[in-house]
Every structure is written in structure tokens, then in C-alpha cells.
């Protein structure tokens, strides 16, 4: 069997908002993979895609690893970061991969990466946790620092059967 993306909700955005909201999610899938693919209003400055699942806030944790210009860093934290994007100009490209999401005998996990064309160009690769059980049924994405995500920006939910 192969792993295929069934397109299940695109959102293009027609002016800068700053709240991305995916709601009544179907379980009939293993996986959930996010694309975004656009840019941030935060004046050349990089921001951080937030997850906030099933309305609960933005509460687990994150471990991520990315270069810093040409210098390899990492990071810890307590927020559900998914993603990275560049400033204004920066365009992104963000893929989320929410894995088991309808399982209620486990934590989600998440798998983020991130390519930008901002300033720095660095890569971007995280894996966080939601602990709770819960079916995921809605996942509504925010900048950290309360940025809006610019017009032409989308996002892109697809529902995956992998192996």
C-alpha cells in the first residue's frame, strides 16, 4: 500500500489574519499533513507557527534543530511550535505531519519542517508532543508573537493512510 495525501481543506488567504482555524477534522485517517506555504506580516523579522489542537492552547513541547545562518543550533521549549517562517518577503514552506492524530490511547506527535527564503534561508526541523489522549478534531495555527499571516498565503490539510 502507498501513502497518499487526500486533499480534505485549502484556506488561501484574501488579507492578512492572524488565526488559521482547521475545525470538525474526520478520523478516518492515520496521519494529518499541514502545508503551509506563504509568509508572515512581521517586518523582516522570523516567526514561529503555533498549534493550538481541539481549542486546549498551545501547552506541550518541542525540541527543534535549525542553522543559524551557517551555524547548526537547537532549542527546547513548552509551546506546541510546528513551524518556521520568515519575515516579510520571506516566503515559507511549512509541513506539519500530526501522526496517529485520531488515536485516543496515546500523545500526538508532531513532525514539522521548514524552509524560508528570508535573510538567513536557514532550515527548520522540529518534533513536539501534545499530551492528551484525545482525538484531534481542530487545529487552528498562530504566529508566537501574534504576527499575521500575509494575503496569498495557504494552508492545506490532507488526511494520510500510511503504512
Excluded: Q
Excluded at 502545508?35 to 486546549?56: P, S
Excluded at 532549542?75 to 488515536?103: C, E, P, Q, W
Aim: aromatic share 8%; with cysteine; glycine share 12%.
Amino acid at each position: 500500500m502507498t501513502t497518499a495525501w487526500v486533499p480534505l481543506a485549502t484556506t488561501t488567504l484574501g488579507s492578512a489574519t492572524g488565526t488559521v482555524t482547521f475545525g470538525s477534522i474526520p478520523s478516518g485517517y492515520r496521519d494529518l499533513v499541514c502545508v503551509f506555504n506563504g509568509t508572515t506580516t512581521t517586518g523582516g523579522t522570523t516567526a514561529v507557527l503555533m498549534a493550538n489542537i481541539n481549542g486546549t492552547g498551545t501547552s506541550g513541547s518541542k525540541v527543534a534543530m535549525f542553522a543559524n545562518g551557517a551555524t547548526p543550533s537547537s532549542d527546547t521549549d513548552t509551546n506546541l511550535r510546528v513551524g518556521r517562517l520568515g519575515g516579510t518577503g520571506g516566503k515559507t514552506l511549512s509541513i506539519m505531519h500530526f501522526m496517529d492524530y485520531s488515536a485516543t490511547d496515546k500523545h500526538k506527535t508532531i513532525i514539522g519542517r521548514s524552509s524560508s527564503s528570508d535573510a538567513d534561508k536557514s532550515p527548520w526541523a522540529a518534533a513536539a508532543g501534545w499530551p492528551n489522549t484525545a482525538a484531534i478534531t481542530s487545529i487552528a495555527f498562530t504566529e508566537l508573537l501574534g504576527a499575521n499571516f500575509a494575503a496569498g498565503s495557504t494552508f492545506s490539510l490532507y488526511g494520510s493512510n500510511r503504512l
